[in-house]
Nanobody, 127 residues
Framework: QVVLVESGGAAVQAGGSLRLSCAAS????????MGWFRQSPGQEREAVAG???????SYIDSVKGRFTISKDNAKNILYLQMNSLNTEDTAMYYC?????????????????????WGQGTQVTVRS
């Protein structure tokens, strides 16, 4: 059983920063491929950032240079550092984990389906 618990979501002003965390109750956390996703009301869930078991990362274009995904394998925590937030970043953010080793680009793809989900944390960016 894999349990993922996100935290760190909040309401912030545009231009501000947040750091999201995802605590994972799994063994062999370091071997998991993981990602951050988000969903706005009425929109499909979209991938935001992915990280492979080797620490390699990938991002969607709209967050490149602003967001950073990272893992702390000693603490079993996945992070998403978000800087220069804008109103379009407003969404529920979810972390996902998969036991199969895949590339971070694969994590961002629609065919990465063998994964577990957290319950989400809300990020609201005010103008």
């Amino acid at each position: 059983q894999v349990v993922l618990v996100e935290s760190g979501g909040a309401a912030v002003q545009a231009g501000g920063s947040l750091r999201l965390s995802c605590a994972a109750s799994v063994s062999n956390f370091s071997t998991y491929s993981m990602g951050w996703f988000r969903q706005s009301p009425g929109q499909e869930r979209e991938a935001v950032a992915g990280i492979g078991s080797d620490g390699s990362t990938s991002y969607i274009d709209s967050v490149k240079g602003r967001f950073t995904i990272s893992k702390d394998n000693a603490k079993n925590i996945l992070y998403l550092q978000m800087n220069s937030l804008n109103t379009e970043d407003t969404a529920m953010y979810y972390c996902a984990a998969g036991a199969r080793r895949v590339t971070p680009r694969f994590v961002l793809s629609r065919i990465w389906t063998q994964r577990y989900w957290g319950q989400g944390t809300q990020v609201t960016v005010r103008s």
